[in-house]
């Protein structure tokens, strides 16, 4: 029975990868995945996805294949025999509904990657919307610098400050955003490496 996917984490919790492998996954076995990502997610190139690891593939945009006219995706991914969707939080959360459809109509197995809350631990609407109707939800673990769990994407300046205000989209990556656990989250502190790399700069 296909299923609706959420597998959300901090940034660093190698969603990317995970993604990517799942493709390749489906793609050793003879199957046919649709890998995609929301269209104003540019870091990487206009269709490609890549991981902090180094791994990558060519995608395509994720308004292109889902409309508000759920027949018209169901056309659009016929043939297909998995969705995978990277950042999901940054798709139009209108679309997310359509995955439930797509998933229970057509028996095609939608499997979406992307945080669950911004730099000031407000959720992303898509996520909302999507941990309310997936069917599994599950967390992808990464480690903040004192070894503990980190859960929370801090934004920092260009000086290491952690930063606690701003628009909740500002595409970055390790120049912008730390993973930390709630307690080095909330005083601030970075870690003693990071704080190193940031004063030698100055």
């Known amino acids: 029975m296909a299923r609706l996917y959420f597998r ?7 969603k990317t990868a ?6 390749f996954n489906y793609e050793e076995k003879g199957l046919k995945p649709l890998v995609l990502k929301p269209r104003i997610e540019s870091r990487d190139g206009e269709k490609t996805i890549r991981s ?4 990558e593939r060519e995608c395509e945009f994720f308004e292109d294949y889902f409309k508000e006219d759920i027949e018209e ?8 025999d998995a969705v995978v969707v990277d950042e999901v939080q940054l798709c139009d959360p209108k679309l997310i509904p359509q995955m439930y459809a797509v998933v229970h109509d057509m028996e095609l197995p939608v499997i979406c990657y992307g945080l669950k809350t911004d730099f000031l631990l ?5 996520s909302l919307e999507l941990a309310a109707i997936a069917d599994v939800v599950q967390e992808l673990k990464t480690v903040c610098w004192c070894g503990n769990g980190a859960n929370c994407n801090a934004r920092i300046d260009s ?15 390790n120049d912008a955003y730390i993973s930390l656990c709630y307690a080095h989250y909330k005083s601030g502190d970075i870690g003693p490496k990071m704080r190193a790399r940031y004063e030698k700069s100055r």
Do not use: C, D, H, W
Request: proline share 4%; charged share 15%.
């Open 73 to 80: 995706t169901k056309k659009l991914l016929a043939g297909y």
């Open 18 to 23: 995970n993604a990517l492998m799942v493709a």
């Open 122 to 126: 407000q959720p992303f609407p898509a």
């Open 52 to 55: 902090r690891i180094g791994l």
């Open 159 to 173: 000086e290491g400050n952690v930063v606690r205000e701003g628009e909740q989209v500002m595409l970055g990556g």
């Open 8 to 14: 959300f984490g901090a940034m660093g919790s190698s």
